[in-house]
């Protein structure tokens, strides 16, 4: 998991990449290799604080795997609600396979007034 800080201007709706990666024992030595997205699904949740719970964010706007799935890319398209007015909020990026959660990125999303 990687904490990365993002600045959005207002109103902006980027499509975000996201890179799905976790520690395996590979070979004798701890590698970073990529998750497969095959059956998986990837949200995005923005929310007001760290301690908001995930179900009542501001947004929870699902991810889309690029091809091939098992390069572990993924994209977000931001929508309004996210962008709509500045301010800090907090973010992460989920990835849920076999019914459990990996947060891949996390930080603050700072929406900046334009």
Do not use: C
Request: hydrophobic share 40%; proline share 7%; net charge neutral.
């Amino acid at each position: 998991m990687a904490r990365v800080d993002t600045k959005i201007p207002e109103g902006d709706r980027p499509l975000l990449r996201f890179y799905a990666r976790e520690w395996q024992l590979v070979n004798g030595k701890w590698v970073k290799v990529a998750i497969d997205l095959t059956g998986a699904t990837m949200t995005y949740i923005a929310k007001a604080t760290p301690d908001t719970a995930d179900g009542s964010p501001i947004a929870n706007i699902g991810g889309v795997g690029v091809a091939p799935l098992t390069d572990g890319l993924f994209t977000v398209q931001i929508t309004a609600p996210v962008t709509a007015s500045p301010g800090q909020f907090w973010y992460k990026s989920i990835v849920l396979r076999g019914g459990n959660p990996l947060t891949v990125q996390h930080g603050i999303l700072f929406v900046e007034n334009t």
